[in-house]
């Protein structure tokens, strides 16, 4: 069942939840060995950056978030919707090796160069770093492949918007940019407390939390009824019976979704399947899913 939210205000948003205290002292920054996937970024050019901790909150056992300083990023790359950065995370055993993660910058500031980095709670080093680094640490971070995800036109009819808890920076900052167009956005939850999560509706807008279920099947069983009820309202007697009969344009729904990879790709399969064009359509993979996850899909 769609329901709405009123938008929350980011300074309601974070007195409502737990600061941090600062207790524990900052740690040098260690650098990350970025292995072969650090050797191509570099022979892409990827422009590199230190990030600097300025402060954390916890919004619930399973979110986290992290407020940091560019020292400089903002000012030589202005922020858009979705904008993303790859921050490189040491082995926690030790062995010196790394790993890249991306995330969405959060309420950009150029003005003090700083903004939020949010976390979805699980077992990694990603995860571990957010819930243990305090005032003052430092992260390494590269800028490539992130690019604006607003849709080519801006008279659309309706936004799908379709997520979890990894992709909601990104869609909430969507919320913030898109036209007055009303939007749906159906987000994935795995733990009861995802649902408490601000979303940042607006009067217009409706929201669809749906379980995590079959390997992501509950989610794109929700996506064809959003799509197929848009149809529905849209068709005049007689008319077309589905958006196969007739190619859609872009003046009539733009949807953007990202979650695990394999879901990723069977949601933009089923949007083309339902007429969209292709600009109409933006999707990317945020992680990856285990493997018989993989294997129930894309069996």
Known sequence: MCCSMQRPHPQSRRKASMMTPTTARARALRPVDRGEAGRILADLRAQDFVFTV??????????????????????????????????????????????????????????????????????GAAARWAQQTVPGDEIEASLYGSEPSLPDCDDVDRHLLVGDTASLPAINSLLDAVSAAPTTVVLEWVHPEDRALPVRLRPQDSLR??????????????????VAAFVAA????????????????????????????????????????????????????YWLPPKEDDQALAG
């Open 54 to 123: 300025l402060e954390t909150e916890r919004v619930s056992d399973t979110y986290q978030r992290v407020r940091c300083a560019g020292n400089g990023f903002l000012r030589t790359h202005a922020p858009y919707p979705t904008m993303w950065v790859r921050l490189w995370f040491t082995d926690p055993t030790g062995t010196g090796a790394g790993h890249q993660r991306a995330y969405t910058l959060v309420d950009p500031d150029v003005e003090t160069d700083t903004f939020w980095l949010e976390f979805a709670i699980h077992d």
């Open 234 to 285: 849209d068709e005049a007697p007689g008319e077309r019976t589905n958006l196969h009969a007739t190619e859609a344009t872009c003046t009539r729904l733009f949807a953007w979704g990202a979650c695990d990879t394999v879901t990723t790709r069977a949601l933009t399969k089923k949007l083309r399947a339902a007429g969209l064009r292709r600009d109409c359509i933006k999707t990317l993979g």
């Open 209 to 226: 939390w749906v379980r995590r279920t079959d390997n992501g099947q509950g989610l794109l069983d929700a996506v064809d009824a959003e």
